[in-house]
C-alpha cells in the first residue's frame, strides 16, 4: 500500500509560479512511474506530467517549457515546478503513483490561476 501527501497547492496570478510536492509513504525505488494528473470543474482527468524510475520524463502539451517534475529519492517525494501559470492551468492536482500490481492517487491539491 502506497499513501501519497501532497502539498503546495493555493492561489496564484496569471505569471505566477508554485511548487508542488507528493510525498510517498514507502521509498520511490519501488514505484515505476510517478506522475502528476489534474482535474478541472467539469473536465475529465488529464495527465500533466510524469516521471520513471529511471528518470524519463513526460509532459502534456499545454505545459511543455512551463512545467518541470523531479524526483528527491532520498526523501521519497516528487516534485512539480509550475512557472508562468495561466487561468487554465486552474484545477486539483492529483499525484499518482504506479507499481508492478497497483496504481495509487492523492487526495488532491487546488490550484487556482486568476486573470
Known amino acids: 500500500q502506497v499513501q501519497l501527501v501532497e502539498s503546495g497547492g493555493g492561489l496564484v496570478q496569471a505569471g505566477g509560479s508554485l511548487r508542488l510536492s507528493c510525498a510517498a509513504s514507502v521509498s520511490i525505488f519501488s514505484i515505476n512511474v510517478m506522475g502528476w494528473y489534474r482535474q478541472a470543474p467539469g473536465k475529465q482527468r488529464e495527465l500533466v506530467a510524469t516521471?520513471?524510475?529511471?528518470?524519463?520524463?513526460n509532459y502534456a502539451d499545454s505545459v511543455k517549457g512551463r512545467f518541470t517534475i523531479s524526483r528527491d529519492n532520498a526523501k521519497n517525494t516528487v516534485y512539480l515546478q509550475m512557472n508562468s501559470l495561466k487561468p487554465e492551468d486552474t484545477a486539483v492536482y492529483y499525484c499518482n503513483a504506479r507499481t508492478t500490481f497497483a496504481n495509487y492517487w492523492g487526495q488532491g491539491t487546488q490550484v487556482t490561476v486568476s486573470s
Open positions: 516521471a520513471t524510475f529511471g528518470s524519463t520524463t
